[in-house]
Structure formats: structure tokens, C-alpha cells
């Protein structure tokens, strides 16, 4: 089956809201604002928590398609102050954004075991919180980028991998993905051990039927190689599956970085991917 498959030279600013060097003062933070805190995972002594960003008329009425938003970071690093610029840029499309925390290794002392099953706790608390949220549990975009997209494609996966409580498991897969230069391949990841490194390798891991995909990847992203994000697409495109490849020329890992400029244009897409599966109006 033939998968439609877009390549253009694009490239994003910093108000994708990528910020590492700083994400460890900003940690942990009791709100951000625009939003509203709720904890989904009362840890002790730090409780994890997700900042909501409602739009403009939201009422507990409403059944809006809820937008998630993992930041990046390696597992090692990262906050939801990264994650918050999509989350409330969501809300002025008429979404209800979220930006959640997760256990990273700087923070926590945890491994990706930890943030795999966090990502996934995160979707099923929004389902089960839908009515409260306003949104509808049957329209959910999950997002990443980094290690944030490898949580994102975790959630899209039914069987619970290993660290992962099967009870936490979202009961729905996400309507939709969009993923940043996502870690799709930790076969190979030394540090997590054979067993695991293929475990939590969604590559490996797919189901037969996968949400739409809407991928970006650079092509001279030293972090994760162009081959793996085209590995992805193509086992993706293989299974009957949806996957929107956006290539981008000569992009870094932190590709958005490289120039300012075209932000409007990679939200531009963004949005008409929304749009293309009713997840937005035109």
C-alpha cells in the first residue's frame, strides 16, 4: 500500500520550547503559567504532575480533542517548561493542551523503564479524567520529541513493556502521533542491557494497526540517525499504516534550532495534519 510521504527542507525555532541547559532550575515546577496543574502520579516526595492548557470558551461541556506533549531530554534531562509552548499553542487551535512531567534520570536517579511508563499513565489519566478535562477520550494527539517521542510511540502500543504496570495501560490507542526526531531503535542501547534495550525498541515493538503519523527528521542528526526515523516510516508504510515523513535537509538533532525562521511553517504542517484527521476544524 502506497503511503503519502512529504520531504521538504523545514526548520524550527526555539519556541518549540526546547531548552536542556536550563530545564534542571526550572524542574518540578507547582505551575506554569496559562495552565492548570493536576497530579497523576502522587510520588513521594516529588508528585508528578501535568499542566493543562485550556482554550478560549472551554467548558466542562466540551469534548475537545486533548494534544500531549513529551518533552525531550535523553530520560536524562528535561521538564514540562519544554513542553508548555506546544501545549498552549494547542489551546489557541481549540485543543486542550498538555504538557506533562516525567521521570528523568537527572531528577529522579530513574531509567527510560520509568519515563516509558510514565508516558503511558499519562494517556490513561486523560482518559479517565476526560469529562473533568473537557476533551474527548476517543480523540487523543500524542507528541514528542527526543525521548519524548519514544514515549509517544509507547503509548500507541498495547502490550505494557517491561517497568510498565499493564493496569496503567491506556485504554485507547492515541488518534494520532506527531513526532520530532522521535528514539525509535534501543536495540542497540548498551546501557539498558540486551533485554531491554529490545523491549522498549518500538521499532520492534509495533502493533499491526498504528495511529497516524506525522514524523520529522533531520538529516544530519547525530543523536538519532536519519536511517532509523526512515526505518520507522517504512515499517509503518509496510503494515498499511499512515505515516507523514517530513524530511529535513541538512537538519541537526535539535533541528527547530537551526533557524527561527520557519517555526510558522513546521506549525503550518502540523496543523494541516490536524485538520486532514478531523482532529481540528479548518
Known amino acids: 500500500m502506497c503511503i503519502p510521504c512529504r520531504f521538504m527542507l523545514i526548520a524550527i525555532g526555539a519556541l518549540l520550547g526546547v531548552a536542556w541547559p536550563s530545564s534542571q532550575a526550572r524542574a518540578n515546577p507547582n505551575a506554569l503559567p496559562g495552565s492548570e496543574a493536576y497530579v497523576y502520579r502522587n510520588l513521594s516526595p516529588v508528585p508528578l504532575q501535568l499542566y493543562v492548557f485550556k482554550p478560549e470558551g472551554w467548558n466542562s461541556g466540551d469534548r475537545r480533542t486533548a494534544f500531549i506533549w513529551f518533552f525531550g531530554g535523553g530520560w536524562e534531562t528535561g521538564a514540562p517548561h519544554d513542553a508548555a509552548p506546544w501545549a498552549s499553542w494547542a489551546a489557541s487551535l481549540g485543543m486542550v493542551g498538555v504538557a506533562p512531567d516525567y521521570r528523568v534520570k537527572s531528577r529522579f536517579g530513574t531509567t527510560p523503564l520509568e519515563a516509558v511508563a510514565d ?3 499519562v494517556v490513561r489519566w486523560v482518559e479517565d479524567h476526560a469529562v473533568e478535562l473537557g476533551v474527548d477520550s476517543q480523540r487523543i494527539v500524542v507528541c514528542g520529541f527526543s525521548a519524548g517521542g519514544h514515549l509517544a510511540l509507547w503509548t500507541a502500543i498495547n502490550h505494557a513493556p517491561p517497568g510498565s504496570a499493564p493496569e496503567e495501560s491506556p485504554r485507547n490507542k492515541p488518534t494520532a502521533l506527531i513526532l520530532l526526531s522521535p528514539v525509535s531503535d534501543t536495540s542497540s542501547y548498551r546501557s539498558l542491557g540486551k533485554y531491554y534495550a529490545w523491549m522498549l525498541s518500538p521499532v520492534h515493538q509495533l502493533d499491526a494497526k498504528m495511529p497516524a503519523v506525522l514524523l520529522f527528521q533531520g538529516t544530519a542528526d547525530p543523536a538519532v540517525p536519519y536511517m532509523e526515523s526512515a526505518t520507522l516510516y517504512e515499517r509503518l508504510a509496510a503494515s498499511g499504516n499512515f505515516c507523514e515523513f517530513v524530511t529535513i535537509k541538512d537538519g541537526s538533532h535539535i533541528f527547530f534550532r537551526d533557524d ?16 486532514e484527521q478531523r482532529l481540528i476544524a479548518k
Do not use: D
Not at 260 to 275: D, E, G, H
Open 260 to 275: 527561527p525562521a520557519y517555526v510558522p511553517k513546521t506549525r503550518a504542517i502540523m496543523r494541516q495534519f490536524l485538520v
Open 119 to 121: 508516558g503511558r499513565a
